[in-house]
C-alpha cells in the first residue's frame, strides 16, 4: 500500500504525494506547482522518481516541466492528451507499476476527453481520479457528455466499498452543500457535512473519501434512487424517464447553483 500525503496548492488543489515504506522514492499525482513539490522533496529527503497525469488542465500539470527539467522522471499520461510533456501515454486497462505496486488505468472521459484515473487494487484499495469524483461531487463537463460521466459513475461503483478515493479538488463542503439540496432527507449527508465541517475548521483535508461514503452521499452515485429522480423532476417541473435524464439534469443543475 502507499503512504499518500496531500500537497495542497493553490486555493483548493491537491498534489498527492505517493511513498513506498522505505521513503526510496516519491511519485506526484497532478503536480500543478512545482515549488509545492520540492519542498516535499527537501523536507522528506525522498526522491522524485515519476510523475502521474489525470488531465491536461493547467492546475494539473504547470509544475511538469520544471520538475523534469530538474529531476528527468518520467511522466504517465493519458495517450490522447493535448499536453506535450507525457513520456509514457497511456491507455484504458493498461497496468504500470511504481514503488513496487501495480495499478490499473482506466479511461474516464467526461471533464476532459483526456481524463484517466489509475486504481491500486492490492491490500487496501487506492483510486486516484483526478476530477472526474469528487467528495459529493463529480467533475464539470467541460469536453465530454452526461452520458460518459454516468457510466464513470458505474465503473466507480463496481470497485470494492472500502476503496479510498484520491481527488484533486477540496471541493467537499460546497458539494455536499448540492447534494443537500438533491435529497434534504438523507441523514448521510447532514452527518458528512458536520464531521467534513469539524476536519476544516481544523485545515485538515476532507479527503479521501471511500467508495461507500460516495454510494451514501454523492447524488451522482445516486442517480439511480427515486429520491434523486424526483428531485430532478422537481428542478424541471417536468418528467424524468430514466436514470440517464435524471443524471443529466442534476449536473446542469450543479453548474449554476
Not at 147 to 156: A, P, S, V
Not at 157 to 185: M, R, W
Amino acid at each position: 500500500m502507499f503512504t499518500v500525503l496531500p500537497l495542497p496548492a493553490f486555493d483548493d488543489n491537491y498534489i498527492w504525494m505517493l511513498t513506498s515504506a522505505d521513503h526510496s522514492g516519491m511519485v506526484v499525482v497532478d503536480p500543478g506547482d512545482a515549488d509545492v513539490v520540492i519542498k516535499a522533496m527537501n523536507e522528506t529527503n525522498t526522491p522524485l522518481i515519476a510523475i502521474l497525469l489525470t488531465h491536461h488542465h493547467g492546475d494539473h500539470t504547470g509544475g511538469v516541466k520544471q520538475l523534469v527539467e530538474l529531476y528527468s522522471v518520467p511522466v504517465y499520461g493519458p495517450h490522447n492528451s493535448p499536453f506535450k510533456g507525457i513520456s509514457h501515454p497511456l491507455k484504458d486497462d493498461e497496468q504500470i507499476t511504481l514503488l513496487g505496486e501495480t495499478m490499473t488505468v482506466k479511461e474516464v472521459p467526461g471533464h476532459t476527453l483526456d481524463h484517466i484515473c489509475y486504481f491500486k487494487s492490492t491490500e487496501t484499495p487506492q483510486l486516484f481520479c483526478g476530477d472526474t469524483l469528487f467528495l459529493a461531487g463529480c467533475g464539470r463537463l467541460f469536453e465530454g457528455t452526461a452520458e460518459q460521466m454516468l457510466k464513470n459513475m458505474d465503473y466507480f461503483k463496481t470497485l470494492p466499498p472500502e476503496t479510498n478515493i484520491y481527488c484533486t479538488h477540496e471541493y467537499s463542503l460546497a458539494n455536499l452543500t448540492f447534494a443537500s439540496a438533491v435529497e434534504p432527507n438523507n441523514l448521510d449527508i447532514s452527518a458528512t457535512i458536520s464531521r467534513c465541517k469539524q476536519l476544516r475548521a481544523q485545515n485538515i483535508p476532507t479527503l479521501p473519501s471511500s467508495i461507500s461514503q460516495e454510494l451514501m452521499v454523492n447524488p451522482f452515485m445516486r442517480s439511480q434512487e427515486e429520491t434523486v429522480k424526483e428531485a430532478a423532476r422537481s428542478h424541471i417541473k417536468s418528467s424524468i424517464n430514466n436514470e440517464l435524464e435524471a443524471f443529466t439534469v442534476i449536473r446542469e443543475w450543479k453548474n449554476n447553483f
